[in-house]
């Protein structure tokens, strides 16, 4: 039997404890406005590889330290019910075993439906190192209690195929704006026909914009496609279902 009482910073203050405990006090759990990360990642010295993002969805560089991180940016940045995500968001310090511990997650998710997600992200042989396994276990347990779910992501995953070449697709052509009538013309379609092949867009028949247009409604959430199969000329989009943006498929 262990107590933890981890400390959230710098965008929040947070005291738990084991499951057994009710013992939860939580503060303010947004970014503050004149500090973006709790750490640094890109710099000079590095010996590994590290990097920027140029991310549509949160309109500013995000930096990543692994491969596998900036696959994991672009999936969010991609998925349609990510409203926003954070790098290094904050620090968890905790003690276990008579030992504090110092946490720095990886990315703090934001769901278009109020639910709230801390990742940690790792390639497959660090994520069952015991320690590792053990601090998973812990926050799994103790974080839900603050509004937060712990999740850890594989690294191996997040480059599954042909999944993360459609959302760099999508990312491509659909990270600018599009007008009113490129909405209207494509609403108009899809009350008509119902679907709209990849190849439309892809031949011109939507116009010059058409692949923009319709990867940029797709990364709204107004669109939808089969994530999991490869994106072909072939390929069908359809309206979500609802004309309320960010509404379209979970990626991850």
């Known amino acids: 039997m262990f107590r933890v009482t981890p400390t959230i910073e710098p965008f929040a203050s947070v005291v738990l404890a084991t499951p057994s405990s009710e013992d939860v006090e939580v503060e303010n759990m947004r ?16 010996a590994r590889g590290t990097g920027r993002y140029p991310s549509w969805k ?21 998925d349609p019910t990510v409203q926003a995500f954070h790098e290094q968001p904050f620090v968890i310090r905790f003690t276990h075993s008579n030992e504090t511990h110092v946490h720095y997650p990886d990315v703090l998710v934001e769901r ?21 396994v053990a601090r998973t276990l812990l926050l799994q347990s103790a974080l839900p209690d603050s509004g937060l779910k712990y ?14 070449t459609n959302a760099l697709t999508l990312l491509k052509y659909g990270r600018h704006q599009i007008d009113g009538a490129d909405r209207e013309r494509i609403r108009q379609i899809l009350s ?9 867009a892809v031949n011109g028949d939507l116009g010059p914009q058409g692949r923009a247009v319709l990867c940029r409604l ?27 943006p960010s509404s379209g498929y979970c990626l991850i």
Do not use: C, Y
């Open 112 to 132: 278009t439906g109020g639910g709230r997600e801390v990742w940690e992200i790792k390639a497959a042989k660090e994520a069952v190192r015991p320690e590792i």
């Open 151 to 164: 999740r850890m992501l594989i690294g191996e995953e997040l480059k599954r195929e042909p999944r993360l």
């Open 218 to 244: 797709t990364l709204e959430g107004l669109l939808v496609f089969d994530f999991e199969t490869k994106l072909t000329g072939m390929t069908v989009f359809a309206a979500s279902g609802s004309e309320s």
């Open 192 to 200: 008509a026909v119902s679907v709209i092949r990849w190849a439309s």
């Open 58 to 78: 949160m309109g500013r560089m995000l930096q990543w330290e692994s491969p596998h991180e900036l696959n994991g940016f672009r999936l969010l940045d991609a």
């Open 31 to 46: 970014p503050a406005k004149d500090r973006l990360r709790s750490r640094t990642v890109v710099s000079r010295s590095r």
